[in-house]
């Protein structure tokens, strides 16, 4: 039984506090206490909670959030300091984890083909074909979202409009039947 309680102690991780703070940032954070918004102020009661010594379960239950969420900010504010106070952004800033600059034009030039060339059924090009014949042709690595194909669309300085309708034939003389029928 005493084995399994040293492995036990063994194998628990160090409580996770957050760095000193310098006067300034407790300044900061005091100041953040009176915070319109929400998320400034929730961390500025946990950063101040780590700093009088209390453990990230402690902190949650006295803020009311999970743990997880303590762990977040106390490791946001040991990277980036006070500037971990403002939400940041979710989305994807890049799309350059998928598309390099060899990959990017090849996406330039697949756009000039009609997605029936690889066997789709519509000859028109949407966000989502995109996707999907990029990863069948091996383009991409893994089915990317309508979103990265936009952004690295927009970095190739093709702006992407929504798909209109245009009548077309394969017969060489349409063009010729075509305005002699509207003619009429």
């Known amino acids: ?39 400034s102020l929730k961390r ?47 989305r994807p800033q890049t799309s350059s984890r998928f598309f390099d600059q060899s990959k990017s034009e090849a996406l330039g030039q697949l756009l000039k083909q009609s997605p029936r060339t690889y066997g789709q059924s519509s000859s028109l090009w949407t966000l989502e074909v995109v996707a999907q014949v990029c990863f069948e042709t091996g383009l991409t690595e893994q089915l990317v979202s309508n979103e990265t194909i936009r952004r690295a669309l927009k970095a190739l ?19 010729e039947k075509k305005s002699d029928e509207t003619a009429c």
């Open 157 to 175: 300085g093709i702006k992407w409009l929504r798909a209109k309708h245009w009548i077309s034939s394969p017969d060489p003389a349409y063009s």
């Open 44 to 90: 500025c009661q946990i950063l101040l909670a780590s700093a009088e010594g209390k453990v990230p379960s402690q902190i949650a239950g006295q803020v009311g959030c999970v743990v997880q969420t303590v762990r977040n900010a106390l490791k946001a504010f040991n990277r980036v300091g006070l500037e971990c106070l403002t939400p940041q952004s979710s």
């Open 1 to 39: 039984m005493q084995r399994g309680r040293e492995w036990y102690k063994l194998r628990m991780k160090k409580p996770l506090y957050v760095r000193e703070l310098s006067p300034l940032e407790i300044i900061k954070l005091k100041e953040g206490l009176r915070s319109p918004s929400a998320f």
